[in-house]
């Protein structure tokens, strides 16, 4: 039996690739880990665990973490900096994706509406590099209009998405909201029915995207929160998820058994179980962050804490005396503990592949 690079290239795919990879994903029962990265080394840890454990990958930069990518020192006003780093991201990852022999997804995270002028920043630089090379800059970019009215949500999600299909540029698109915090973007208040979402909203959302192109995949929320959070503080319900399928199915006369490609936020902290159940019912794609965030601390940490005699001045071990006059440049080079929370990062992503079923895909 063939794997993916038998139907998709390894590097940034685009268009119909998506489309292959996500099918190919429902077909063979796993999904892909959505890792947010904030700059090169935490992109560069993903690939690397994706590369060893033979897997595609998709790597998205949420507003924040793009405008950090870019660098603090510039002002995001009108979402300058956002726009920057997420374009130097896109360039660095079709830079080095394909030298890491993955199929790689290049995906931009949350677009609230007050965000939006980001995801039109990110737009026409995919107009741009889709004249010179027949194809977007990104892979798929996600617009969370999720806060606005039902009807305000799918309209303007529609406008946005007839924008990206002459480019066969995916869209992914939230019906009902993620709970917690995230990125700026607060729902730990919100409305605790607003965190399932009916199966009709998200055939009304099938209705207005499924006319103009097959690009576009849907995160109906199903008790999901951003964050970790204590046992039992959080209800998830993924078995709704397969409600959705067969209540679309039966509204369109479907033979396919999961006509939805649904995405699974929030997806730090949860159980095995629950991820296994979201992947049964036809999700393709979870969103990690909290937990990879806090594995790249891990490393550094307990580097700093392990050599942190060393690590108190450039000469000399404190623990060993005044006397002692080693120098200490190996440990305090940045290629050293950044190294280790790369290290950290890439069992976490790997970990994510594993509770997904993706592994040795290739």
């Not at 949350?110 to 995919?126: I, N, S, T």
């Not at 995160?219 to 964050?227: D, L, P, W, Y």
């Not at 204590?230 to 006369?253: A, M, S, T, Y």
Request: hydrophobic share 35%; proline share 4%.
């Amino acid at each position: 039996m063939g794997g993916i690079l038998d139907i998709v290239p390894a590097g940034v795919i685009t268009g119909d690739n998506v489309k292959k990879l996500f099918d190919y994903a429902q077909e063979h029962k796993f999904a892909i880990p959505a890792i947010n990265c904030t700059s090169s080394s935490t992109v560069n840890a993903a690939l690397e665990a994706a590369r060893d454990q033979k897997t595609p990958l998709i790597i998205q930069f949420s507003n924040g973490g793009a405008a950090f990518y870019a660098g603090k020192g510039i002002n995001n006003k009108d979402q300058h900096a956002s726009i920057l780093g997420s374009i130097a991201g896109a360039y660095h990852v079709r830079t080095v994706a394909k030298h890491y022999g993955v199929p790689v997804v290049l995906h931009s995270d949350h677009c609230a509406r007050d965000l939006l002028p980001w995801l039109d920043g990110m737009l026409a630089a995919d107009e741009v590099y889709f004249k010179e090379h027949g194809e977007p800059l990104f892979s798929s970019h996600m617009i969370d209009l999720s806060a606005d009215p039902k009807e305000e949500n799918i309209a303007t999600t529609k406008k946005y998405f007839e924008r990206c299909a002459p480019m066969k540029l995916w869209l992914e698109m939230e019906i009902g909201i993620t709970g917690g915090e995230e990125d700026g973007v607060n729902n730990e208040s919100a409305d605790k029915e607003l965190l399932y979402t009916p199966s009709e909203d998200v055939y009304e959302v099938y209705q207005a995207l499924s006319p103009i192109a097959p690009y576009f995949s849907i995160a109906a929320a199903f008790g999901n929160v951003h964050g970790v959070y204590k046992p039992g503080n959080v209800v998830l319900r993924p078995e709704l998820l397969e409600k959705h399928q067969e209540f679309v199915k039966e509204k369109i006369g479907s033979d396919k058994k999961h006509p939805l490609y649904l995405v699974f936020h929030g997806g730090s902290g949860s159980t095995e179980e629950e991820i296994k159940t979201a992947v049964a019912n036809g999700v393709v794609k979870m969103n990690v962050d909290t937990d990879t965030q806090y594995a790249y601390l891990a490393g550094v940490r307990d580097f700093v804490l392990e050599h942190k005699d060393r690590l108190m001045k450039q000469v000399g071990d404190l623990s060993k005396g005044e006397e002692d006059s080693t120098p200490n440049k190996k440990y305090y080079d940045p290629r050293n503990w950044i190294r280790h929370g790369e290290k950290t990062m890439y069992e976490r992503v790997q970990k994510a592949n594993s509770d997904l079923g993706n592994v040795d895909n290739l």
